[in-house]
């Protein structure tokens, strides 16, 4: 017996849904001081469960290794977390969070971020929830990502934008562009996260 999917939305049904609602730029924290520090853990404290994506500077050229991640992203419902793999303290916080059972790390692509983070904090990503999977057995045939997931779960078009994709992530100062795409890659999952579980 055959079954039947349900159909993917092409990107020009993506387009035409409502824009995501996402953070703003005064509800993101760069972790660059001693202050952004506490505010972050602060934040932490008080949730069980948070988004969660990294980004890599993209490599162009064959051969040439990956040195990510460059940026790794926490969300909650009002604030997201973006640490530069170069601000120690940050890392520290992280070193906590990453390998934690009690607090929930939900995202998009999880398997694939687990070797690089080990490589870079020395800990193992634990208690986190793969997404993608959870979206596909609403009914569709192969797994999807997090703009496709939007739009099916949240009914909303998250907008993604391949040059900042492809951006340096490991530039010293990020754009306001790079900020609010990390930001709401990981508030994004969050969303989905919590829509999932009150049809569940």
């Given at each position: 017996m055959n079954r039947e999917y349900l159909p993917r939305p092409d990107k020009?049904?993506?387009r035409s849904l409502p824009a995501f609602p996402?953070?703003?730029l005064d509800q993101v924290i760069i972790l660059q001081t001693p202050d952004d520090l506490k505010r972050a853990e602060s934040e932490l404290a008080m949730v069980t469960q948070v988004?969660?994506?990294t980004e890599t500077k993209p490599v162009f050229l064959a051969n040439q290794p990956k040195s990510g991640p460059h940026l790794i992203q926490l969300a909650t419902d009002s604030l997201a977390i973006l640490c530069p793999a170069t601000?120690?303290?940050?890392?520290?916080?992280?070193?906590?969070i990453i390998p934690s059972e009690s607090v929930?790390?939900?995202?998009?692509g999880l398997k694939s971020d687990r070797g690089p983070l080990q490589r870079l904090l020395g800990v193992t990503l634990r208690g986190s929830q793969e997404l993608s999977g959870l979206v596909q057995q609403l009914g569709y045939q192969q797994k999807v990502g997090l703009q496709t997931a939007v739009a099916v779960v949240l009914g909303q078009?998250?907008?993604?934008?391949?040059r900042v994709t492809t951006s340096n992530w490991a530039a010293p100062a990020l754009s306001k562009s790079q900020i609010l795409y990390a930001a709401n890659d990981a508030y994004a999952s969050l969303r989905i996260h919590q829509a999932l579980q009150k049809r569940s």
């Amino acid at each position: 017996m055959n079954r039947e999917y349900l159909p993917r939305p092409d990107k020009e049904t993506i387009r035409s849904l409502p824009a995501f609602p996402g953070l703003s730029l005064d509800q993101v924290i760069i972790l660059q001081t001693p202050d952004d520090l506490k505010r972050a853990e602060s934040e932490l404290a008080m949730v069980t469960q948070v988004g969660f994506d990294t980004e890599t500077k993209p490599v162009f050229l064959a051969n040439q290794p990956k040195s990510g991640p460059h940026l790794i992203q926490l969300a909650t419902d009002s604030l997201a977390i973006l640490c530069p793999a170069t601000y120690e303290p940050g890392l520290d916080l992280l070193r906590g969070i990453i390998p934690s059972e009690s607090v929930m790390k939900v995202g998009f692509g999880l398997k694939s971020d687990r070797g690089p983070l080990q490589r870079l904090l020395g800990v193992t990503l634990r208690g986190s929830q793969e997404l993608s999977g959870l979206v596909q057995q609403l009914g569709y045939q192969q797994k999807v990502g997090l703009q496709t997931a939007v739009a099916v779960v949240l009914g909303q078009h998250l907008q993604k934008s391949k040059r900042v994709t492809t951006s340096n992530w490991a530039a010293p100062a990020l754009s306001k562009s790079q900020i609010l795409y990390a930001a709401n890659d990981a508030y994004a999952s969050l969303r989905i996260h919590q829509a999932l579980q009150k049809r569940s």
